[in-house]
């Protein structure tokens, strides 16, 4: 984590991109589609003082994507609705763009019926690991 890049998609608090943060990134850019949770965000990242090493985006992930001006991460948060395939597409999104740093890691929360797919010549899960009801997957470009 030292000195990396890092995105969370589906922000929610902020919590995944601030615990980065906590531990050395040296940039967290924090996306969530509710103005309500944009807002919340940037209320804990002024509370916190880490303001300037936070970029805050109030969008749905499609459009954060597609932007010109995004640099890749090292490492991406995925915490979408379980019941959504946001997770996926996103991952695959992200590697298709190239949006992911060599060597760097996109973790998907999800429920821990339905593990996220490889996706032959892009993406393969490199590990899962079950919390209860929850399970946390490991993607890595392949």
């Known amino acids: ?17 601030f615990e980065a943060i906590s531990r050395g990134a040296a940039h967290a850019v924090l996306c969530d589609q509710s103005r309500s949770a944009a807002e919340l965000i940037r209320r804990n990242a002024d509370k916190l003082g880490i303001a300037d090493r936070v970029t ?9 994507l597609l932007r010109s001006d995004i640099e890749p991460f090292d490492i991406v ?19 298709q763009r190239n949006l992911l740093k060599e060597g760097g890691l996109i973790a998907i929360e999800h429920d821990a019926e ?4 490889p996706v032959a010549g892009l993406m ?14 490991f993607a890595e470009r392949e």
Not at 114 to 117: K, R
Not at 124 to 137: A, F, K
Request: glycine share 8%; with cysteine; aromatic share 6%.
């Open 1 to 17: 984590v030292p000195g990396s890049r890092v995105l969370d998609l589906c922000s929610g608090s902020g919590n995944l991109g």
């Open 56 to 64: 805050i985006v109030c969008s749905d992930y499609r459009q954060l």
């Open 77 to 95: 948060f995925l915490d979408p609705p379980y019941e959504s395939d946001l997770a996926h597409k996103a991952a695959v999104m992200i590697l």
């Open 114 to 117: 339905h593990v996220p797919l």
């Open 124 to 137: 393969r899960i490199r590990d899962t690991r079950r919390y209860g009801s929850v399970r946390l997957s």
